[in-house]
């Protein structure tokens, strides 16, 4: 027991309850972008995957490197592009649907008008 | 410890503040966009600091920078491809497959340190194995396990429980052989010995998953989560760095709750569901619930329930996805809250094939967010609704979960039932994956509406139309 991996297993111990603390606070409604979020930063092991094939020095490590880059880069690009994509989405009133989608363009109440006018703003931040 | 090392390490330790806070601001929808991008940021600084390390190091040969590169560049390049192309609703199995290739990258990277330190002299430190093969072992079965669940979940495997003869007899060999051979490497180092776990751990991984029934999916996805999560810490552990540790203890604490949350929505231990099949097995005698008989509607009926309500909530469910209806349900949604109507979403937190995924399928459809609302806080709202339009959701509104005795027994449900009426979009009187009757369908303020959900939505929506218009 080194206490090296001491002072790890004490890192890992309080992210895990740092993690707990904060992710028992995202609402329901985000579950989705959050499980996504979440893979994009595992994707982390990226890192990894690179210092590997720093250190590969024969054919075996080479294929290992290479795979674990592919992988690892899939994940965190995939990760965090998809889950930008899912936010994205996420609006607080409706924005105007490009004609030719809604198939009643033109034909919008006062109401639907003026509730348009008002989904270009960015919504307020509010916690 | 040089001046270098020192900046480096503190980089990491930026990058991991920028993962929690990103983490944090995902406790808002205003604020979530934010919170991914300072994630974002974090990532991209851990990245740099690491070529920076590689440079500094120059120990690297030109073939590890060129299988370095193009390696990212492909992994990357279909990354990209695969998050702009995808669907909505194939959101679960993307994820899924997101968690494989994490998995399987942990596990890589600790074999390849694994086959170094055992062809060197000073042979493996004990406690280094032992991380080791965690890492190899939890990457491994995360690895072969989300491989299944994307396949069931784009229907290239059967969705239903898979069992075979003698499958929890596989199952339970590759744990043995797992763990057998972990405790015999812990002493001996030996190459083919890791070999042979991996072999193990991707049989478990296999035939863990292919038993568990498609409405379990959601519960399985996060556990997959935590299990990659975890595997990222160990290769923390492993390569000695503290962003991964870090990182990867968020996705396992973010993994872990997730499935603790779906499991208690379905009202299920985690066990019972790894045992797998939901209604496959013996369930109790059901007690008998109220009988009685079922009202269809036609859409111009269900049309004036709708149009001179004041308060409607709409009950959405998987069946609405698997319809690809969503557009057409906001539509009408729209179409009511133009006329004056108060609209809004109470949404099961299993509705879907993974966690929140109904809200994500609604946010495209252009709902806005304030309008989706969470069981619990929504549920006091029923006895004041008009009408509840139940659109592809059956065991979720099932009053039967209230007694003791049916297969559904204590599942938080919606209070569908409470509300002043209720219609029923649906294609046919077939139960739900629990396989018991739905007792809302016979309730005397429901109507039923057999139709596919796309074209009575549309229907409904012209009907509205002509009567408000």
Not at chain 1, 10 to 38: D, Q, R, Y
Not at chain 2, 103 to 123: E, F, K, Q
Not at chain 2, 293 to 307: C, G, Y
């Given at each position: 027991m080194t206490s090296a991996l001491l002072t790890d297993i004490t890192i890992f111990v309080l992210a895990l309850l740092v993690g707990f603390e904060v992710i028992s606070k995202v609402p329901a409604t985000l579950h989705t972008p959050l499980m996504s979020a979440a893979n994009s930063i595992h994707g982390i092991i990226l890192v990894g995957a690179m210092l590997i094939a720093a250190s590969a020095n024969n054919a075996l490590g080479y294929v290992l490197a290479f795979i674990a880059a592919a992988f690892a880069a899939m994940n965190v690009v995939g990760g965090y592009v998809v889950t930008g994509r899912m936010l994205k989405m996420f609006r607080r009133r409706p924005t105007p649907v490009p004609a030719g989608q809604d198939g009643h363009g033109g034909q919008l109440s006062p109401d639907g008008q003026a509730r348009q006018v008002a989904g270009g703003g960015t919504p307020g931040a509010s916690s | 410890m040089s001046a270098f090392d020192w900046v480096i390490q503190l980089v990491y330790v930026a990058a991991a503040s920028c993962f929690v806070l990103g983490l944090h601001l995902m406790n808002t929808p205003a604020t979530a966009r934010r919170g991914n991008q300072l994630s974002t940021g974090g990532m991209v600084a851990a990245i740099a600091a690491t070529f920076a390390i590689i440079i500094h190091a120059g120990t690297i040969s030109v073939t590890g920078w060129i299988v370095m590169l193009t390696g990212a560049l492909l992994g990357g390049g279909a990354g990209l491809y695969a998050a702009r192309t995808v669907q909505m609703t194939a959101m679960p199995q993307l994820v899924s497959v997101f968690n494989a290739v994490g998995g399987g990258a942990a596990a890589l990277v600790a074999i390849h340190d694994y086959i170094n330190l055992a062809g060197a002299s000073a042979g493996v430190p004990e406690s280094t194995t032992v991380t080791t093969l965690l890492d190899v072992i939890i990457g491994a079965v995360t690895f072969s396990g989300s491989i299944i669940a994307a396949g069931k979940l784009q229907g290239l495997i059967s969705g239903s429980p898979i069992t075979f003869p003698g499958s929890r007899v596989v199952n339970m060999a590759a744990a043995v052989v797992g763990i057998g051979g972990a405790i015999y490497l812990i002493v001996t180092p030996s190459v083919p010995g890791l070999l042979i776990i991996i072999l193990a751990a991707l049989v478990f991984g296999v035939t863990m998953v292919l038993p568990i029934g498609g409405a379990d999916m959601p519960v399985v996805i996060s556990l997959l989560n935590a299990f990659t999560g975890t595997a990222v810490a160990m290769a923390g552990f492993v390569i000695g760095n503290w962003a991964l540790i870090i990182a990867g203890a968020l996705v396992g604490a973010s993994g872990g709750i997730l499935t603790k949350l779906m499991a208690d929505a379905m009202n299920r231990s985690l066990r019972n569901i790894m045992i797998g099949g939901f209604g496959t097995g013996d369930s109790a005698a059901a007690v008998e619930g109220p009988g009685g008989d079922v009202r269809p509607i036609a859409a111009d009926d269900a049309a004036i329930q709708l149009a001179y309500a004041q308060k409607v909530i709409i009950v959405p469910g998987y069946g609405l996805a698997a319809a690809q209806a969503q557009h057409q349900l906001a539509e009408l949604a729209k179409e009511l809250e133009n006329h004056g109507i108060e609209v809004s979403y109470a949404i099961h937190p299993?509705?879907?094939?993974?966690?929140g995924h109904m809200n994500v399928l609604l946010a495209e459809a252009n709902v806005p967010y304030p309008q989706l609302r969470e069981m619990d806080d929504v549920n006091p709202e029923f006895p004041r609704a008009d009408v509840a339009l139940v659109v592809g959701a059956n065991d979720v509104t099932?009053?039967?979960?209230?007694?003791?005795?049916?297969?559904?027994?204590g599942m938080p449900i919606l209070d569908?039932?409470?509300?002043?009426s209720i219609i029923v979009i649906k294609r046919s009187m077939a139960s739900g994956y629990a396989g018991i009757d739905n007792e809302l369908y016979v309730n005397p303020k429901t109507s039923m509406y057999f139709a596919d959900a796309k074209k009575a939505l549309s229907e409904l929506t012209a009907a509205v139309k002509t009567l408000v218009g």
């Amino acid at each position: 027991m080194t206490s090296a991996l001491l002072t790890d297993i004490t890192i890992f111990v309080l992210a895990l309850l740092v993690g707990f603390e904060v992710i028992s606070k995202v609402p329901a409604t985000l579950h989705t972008p959050l499980m996504s979020a979440a893979n994009s930063i595992h994707g982390i092991i990226l890192v990894g995957a690179m210092l590997i094939a720093a250190s590969a020095n024969n054919a075996l490590g080479y294929v290992l490197a290479f795979i674990a880059a592919a992988f690892a880069a899939m994940n965190v690009v995939g990760g965090y592009v998809v889950t930008g994509r899912m936010l994205k989405m996420f609006r607080r009133r409706p924005t105007p649907v490009p004609a030719g989608q809604d198939g009643h363009g033109g034909q919008l109440s006062p109401d639907g008008q003026a509730r348009q006018v008002a989904g270009g703003g960015t919504p307020g931040a509010s916690s | 410890m040089s001046a270098f090392d020192w900046v480096i390490q503190l980089v990491y330790v930026a990058a991991a503040s920028c993962f929690v806070l990103g983490l944090h601001l995902m406790n808002t929808p205003a604020t979530a966009r934010r919170g991914n991008q300072l994630s974002t940021g974090g990532m991209v600084a851990a990245i740099a600091a690491t070529f920076a390390i590689i440079i500094h190091a120059g120990t690297i040969s030109v073939t590890g920078w060129i299988v370095m590169l193009t390696g990212a560049l492909l992994g990357g390049g279909a990354g990209l491809y695969a998050a702009r192309t995808v669907q909505m609703t194939a959101m679960p199995q993307l994820v899924s497959v997101f968690n494989a290739v994490g998995g399987g990258a942990a596990a890589l990277v600790a074999i390849h340190d694994y086959i170094n330190l055992a062809g060197a002299s000073a042979g493996v430190p004990e406690s280094t194995t032992v991380t080791t093969l965690l890492d190899v072992i939890i990457g491994a079965v995360t690895f072969s396990g989300s491989i299944i669940a994307a396949g069931k979940l784009q229907g290239l495997i059967s969705g239903s429980p898979i069992t075979f003869p003698g499958s929890r007899v596989v199952n339970m060999a590759a744990a043995v052989v797992g763990i057998g051979g972990a405790i015999y490497l812990i002493v001996t180092p030996s190459v083919p010995g890791l070999l042979i776990i991996i072999l193990a751990a991707l049989v478990f991984g296999v035939t863990m998953v292919l038993p568990i029934g498609g409405a379990d999916m959601p519960v399985v996805i996060s556990l997959l989560n935590a299990f990659t999560g975890t595997a990222v810490a160990m290769a923390g552990f492993v390569i000695g760095n503290w962003a991964l540790i870090i990182a990867g203890a968020l996705v396992g604490a973010s993994g872990g709750i997730l499935t603790k949350l779906m499991a208690d929505a379905m009202n299920r231990s985690l066990r019972n569901i790894m045992i797998g099949g939901f209604g496959t097995g013996d369930s109790a005698a059901a007690v008998e619930g109220p009988g009685g008989d079922v009202r269809p509607i036609a859409a111009d009926d269900a049309a004036i329930q709708l149009a001179y309500a004041q308060k409607v909530i709409i009950v959405p469910g998987y069946g609405l996805a698997a319809a690809q209806a969503q557009h057409q349900l906001a539509e009408l949604a729209k179409e009511l809250e133009n006329h004056g109507i108060e609209v809004s979403y109470a949404i099961h937190p299993v509705a879907g094939r993974m966690p929140g995924h109904m809200n994500v399928l609604l946010a495209e459809a252009n709902v806005p967010y304030p309008q989706l609302r969470e069981m619990d806080d929504v549920n006091p709202e029923f006895p004041r609704a008009d009408v509840a339009l139940v659109v592809g959701a059956n065991d979720v509104t099932n009053p039967a979960a209230r007694r003791p005795g049916t297969a559904i027994s204590g599942m938080p449900i919606l209070d569908v039932d409470q509300a002043k009426s209720i219609i029923v979009i649906k294609r046919s009187m077939a139960s739900g994956y629990a396989g018991i009757d739905n007792e809302l369908y016979v309730n005397p303020k429901t109507s039923m509406y057999f139709a596919d959900a796309k074209k009575a939505l549309s229907e409904l929506t012209a009907a509205v139309k002509t009567l408000v218009g």
